[in-house]
């Protein structure tokens, strides 16, 4: 079945240094990827929709020059939370749209800013 | 988020049956998805309704009306595994084809 393998699984960083978060459509090419954030007790928010080989398009309320997106091929989608501060500690979690098996998840990254 | 309206907490027993029930809003609907989700990890697909009726799959149904904007996650003999969050989730209805969620249904299951 479609795969979505994301990575790392969860990471604390210091605030004000960077992580970057990647997430590799396994057996399935994905032009588009969505990226969700999630704080406790909350629904998926979408932050960002991803293409390949073009800008992201982020939700409003979204810094796009914070949250770096990049989508150079069709298997790779990569998020970048730059500068973090600890209100951006959340769960950040990927999908892509399968022809066969509709939305997949990755398996979602617990960051943490300390 | 974003008007799909779900209770946020409910109990049940194993071994009973439970519902939960999602209102949503219809302008732009694109399908109605149910995922659940344990703590800290991905959501996992469970069921998708995008005509009237009842769609079952073994021990979990789910249910949609599009005229009522309302869906049910119907889940029999429930065991102490069901116990997670239960997300109801529509279509976005943009191009791109996004998931909108809501905050989320946390069942805990006792014995």
């Known amino acids: 079945g479609a795969v979505v393998s994301q990575h790392p699984s969860r990471v604390i960083c210091k605030s004000g240094t960077s992580v970057k978060i990647e997430c590799r459509s396994l057996?399935?090419?994905?032009?588009?990827m969505f990226w969700y954030r999630q704080f406790p007790k909350q629904s998926l928010m979408l932050m960002a929709t991803?293409?390949?080989?073009?800008?992201?398009?982020?939700e409003q309320g979204v810094e796009k020059d914070k949250f770096l997106i990049n989508h150079a091929s069709l298997t790779l989608s990569t998020l970048t939370v730059t500068s973090a501060h600890p209100e951006d500690s959340s769960f950040y979690i990927c999908?892509?749209?399968?022809?066969?098996?509709?939305?997949?998840f990755g398996s979602g990254t617990r960051l943490t800013v300390v | 988020g974003q008007n799909i309206d779900q209770p946020t907490e409910m109990t049940a027993t194993e071994g009973a049956i439970v519902q939960i029930n999602c209102t949503y809003q219809?302008?732009?609907?694109?399908?109605l998805f149910w995922y659940q989700q344990h703590a800290g990890e991905a959501p996992t697909f469970l069921s998708y309704?995008?005509?009237?009726g009842l769609e079952e799959k073994g021990r979990f149904s789910s249910f949609l009306s599009r005229s009522k904007g309302y869906s049910y996650l119907l889940l029999k003999e429930l065991q102490m595994k069901d116990s997670a969050s239960y997300l109801c989730?529509?279509?976005?209805?943009?191009?791109?084809?996004?998931?909108?969620f809501g905050k989320g249904t946390k069942l805990s299951v006792k014995p």
């Open positions: 999908s892509a749209i399968d022809s066969r098996q509709g939305y997949t």
């Open positions: 057996d399935f090419q994905a032009t588009t």
């Open positions: 991803s293409n390949e080989g073009s800008k992201a398009t982020y």
């Open positions: 219809t302008s732009g609907f694109n399908g």
């Open positions: 309704n995008v005509l009237d």
């Open positions: 989730a529509r279509g976005g209805g943009g191009s791109q084809g996004n998931l909108i």
